[in-house]
């Protein structure tokens, strides 16, 4: 099973920007799916944002026209370019595989650490 590692979080104020990575201990070029989820103090694990092989992007409303995931395989690494934050993004973000049950996607690995992300001024 492949080991991911987020970094990138810190400390931001609002309206500003951070890159988060998920680094894979394997490569994730076979890999269909790729999903960044948060969940913050009280509340249940939410997904961001999912990115497919095929280029198929889907964000939760909350992040729309703020974050952008990516994936470079060659890397063995997925992105999160989160712009725009807010102080409700304030959250750990986490990364994991996505895979389809045959009519949704669900995260399918162990939980990671995470990255702790905070929108404050």
């Known amino acids: 099973q492949v080991q991911l590692v987020e970094s990138g979080g810190g400390l931001v104020q609002p309206g500003g920007s951070l890159r988060l990575a998920c680094a894979a201990s394997?490569?994730?070029?076979?890999?269909?799916?790729m999903g960044w989820y948060r969940q913050a103090p009280g509340k249940q694990r939410e997904l961001v944002a999912r990115?497919?092989?095929?280029?198929?992007?889907h964000y939760a409303e909350s992040v729309k026209g703020r974050f952008t995931i990516s994936r470079v395989d060659a890397k063995n690494t997925v992105y999160l370019q989160m712009n725009s934050l807010k102080p409700e993004d304030t959250a750990v973000y986490y990364c994991?595989?996505?895979?389809?049950?045959?009519?949704?996607?669900?995260?399918?690995?162990?939980w990671g650490q995470g990255t702790q992300v905070t929108v404050s001024s």
């Open positions: 994991n595989v996505e895979r389809w049950s045959g009519s949704d996607w669900y995260p399918s690995g162990s």
């Open positions: 990115i497919t092989r095929g280029g198929s992007n």
């Open positions: 394997a490569s994730i070029f076979s890999i269909s799916a």
